[in-house]
């Protein structure tokens, strides 16, 4: 298994750590409200958290050709953005593929679609996120795309794409390149307000108005 892949450029990877220091949910104020993937795929474990750049797959409904292939294209700090169609039948990765993702250097997955094996994926700390669970394993038979744009939870993911995806109840946001640094600005002035919004309760809390 292949257990290295190549590096971001540093100042990309230093832009991501950026977006770690903030919520999806304060991340989605600053973008007014868009981009943010619908509630039903959430983490497969409270806690879960990634962000990365957008690997797009999309593969058949129930089946994973595709998605085992696109181990071939993983960069380092890439999350696997898996159009499954939602599909309730059939699992289209597990444990195996999880951490195989994590060990060719993604931070994580999000998966329009099930997935299985949620108690392994969260002992192995793999981030998963996804529309459901079932035991159900995939096919393998095809077609598919990998690295081209697709559409998940009502979102566009393209190539490149920044993805923050907190387990802690906000869920996924997709961040074009383009508006990173626009969000960046705009999230901290948000952050800066809801302190100040916080000191003031405090305030009111300590003078003991009720």
Excluded: C
Excluded at 12 to 36: E, K, M, T
Excluded at 75 to 87: K, S, T
């Amino acid at each position: 298994m292949k257990l290295r892949a190549p590096a971001l450029a540093a100042p990309y990877g230093q832009l991501l750590d950026r977006f770690r220091a903030h919520s999806v949910a304060n991340l989605g104020d600053a973008l007014d409200r868009l981009n943010i993937v619908d509630g039903g795929i959430a983490p497969v474990w409270q806690g879960a958290k990634a962000v990365g750049t957008a690997l797009p797959v999309l593969t058949v409904a129930g089946d994973h050709k595709a998605v085992i292939a696109a181990l071939e294209r993983i960069r380092h700090g890439d999350i696997l953005v898996i159009n499954a169609f939602g599909h309730d039948g059939r699992a289209v990765i597990g444990d195996n593929l999880a951490q195989r993702f994590a060990a060719y250097g993604a931070v994580g997955t999000v998966v329009d679609g099930y997935v299985r094996d949620a108690a392994i994926i969260e002992g192995l700390g793999v981030p998963v996120f996804a529309r459901g669970l079932t035991p159900a394993g995939p096919f393998k038979n095809g077609p598919g795309a990998i690295g081209e744009p697709v559409a998940i939870g009502g979102v566009v993911v393209n190539p490149g794409d920044i993805v923050a995806a907190d387990g802690d109840g906000d869920g996924v946001i997709v961040i074009p390149p383009h508006r990173a640094q626009e969000a960046l600005t705009s999230v901290r002035e948000i952050v800066a307000r809801e302190a100040a919004l916080d000191a003031e309760v405090d305030a009111l809390r300590n003078a003991g108005v009720r």
